[in-house]
């Protein structure tokens, strides 16, 4: 399947996080007493998903969301085509275990998308990306070029849901933290864009979680990086809470238009 960027106009509507606290979007940010850098970090598990429970709480999503028009961010020269279908896609890489979880509904009516093509992918702890892309995603990394890890396609539920286990996503050099995705829909291509974490997220996990601490100190925050302006940078950020099984959960509705 060709991967070219037809983008069309695409809503973005928020999301609430399945339990928790929730580090929100606009007008619902969590107070500064209950924000993440607050989490005890040590409440968090290390090392990958391996040993996830069987069955985790199902997310929740804003009851009364905003839709917003914004436009899709590029695709970005790390993409690999023929990524499977599959709901953990770590490939046993170590990091913080998160939950992604994407609603995607009607724009106009805000109706459910079921059967929607969602696809992810994103950078390891390293800052690694895997799969043969460009050179600068990998660079001399034949494992990681040899490798699918932080890849992966479902297609939504009846809900409009998709949820991925996966890590937190490493960073690299003029990028914050992100996450790609790209939605299809009857095989057409309706969006192509990405999603952030707050930045006090990032510093509690980059300054304290054992599996992010050998890194450098990361040289991007969301106001630096390069595809976002800081007008937009609200509209592109995941809602997060901590679970009780010792991982992220991350949430986000997407309204998409055909």
């Known amino acids: 399947m060709q991967r070219r960027t037809l ?3 695409a809503a973005l509507l928020g999301a609430v996080a399945s339990t928790g606290l929730p ?7 969590a107070s500064p007493s209950d924000g993440p850098q607050h989490w005890p970090i040590a409440e968090f598990r290390a090392g990958g998903t ?14 009364l969301p905003q ?4 436009p899709a961010k590029t695709l970005g020269p790390c993409h690999t085509n023929d990524v499977p279908i599959r709901q953990d896609v770590t490939e046993g890489v170590t990091g913080l275990p998160t939950r992604v979880s994407l609603r995607i509904v009607d724009a106009g009516t805000c109706a459910p998308v079921a059967n929607a093509d ?29 490798a699918g890890f932080l890849r992966g396609r479902q297609l939504t539920d009846a809900n409009g849901i998709a949820s ?78 901590k679970l009780e099984a010792g991982l992220i959960q991350a949430s986000y509705t997407v309204g998409i238009t055909s």
């Not at 580090?23 to 940010?29: I, P, T, V, Y």
């Not at 839709?67 to 914004?70: A, D, K, L, N």
């Not at 696809?119 to 990681?144: F, K």
Request: net charge positive.
């Open 7 to 9: 983008i069309r106009t």
């Open 23 to 29: 580090l929100s979007r606009r007008a619902h940010a």
């Open 50 to 63: 391996n040993g996830l429970p069987a069955q985790l709480p199902p997310p929740t999503f804003r009851q």
């Open 67 to 70: 839709c917003v028009v914004t």
């Open 118 to 146: 969602v696809e992810i992918w994103h950078a390891d702890v390293r800052g690694v990306y895997s799969g043969r892309a460009a050179n600068m995603c990998n660079p001399g990394d034949l494992a990681a070029k040899g």
């Open 164 to 241: 991925f286990i996966t890590v937190y996503p490493g960073w690299y050099g003029g990028r914050t933290p992100h996450i790609h995705l790209r939605i299809l829909v009857k095989q057409r291509e309706l969006l192509i864009s990405q999603l952030l974490f707050d930045d006090a997220l990032n510093d509690l996990i980059y300054r304290g979680h054992p599996d992010y601490t050998k890194r450098p100190v990361r040289s991007t925050t969301n106001q630096g990086d390069m595809m976002f302006s800081a007008a937009e940078i609200a509209r592109f950020t995941f809602d997060t809470s």
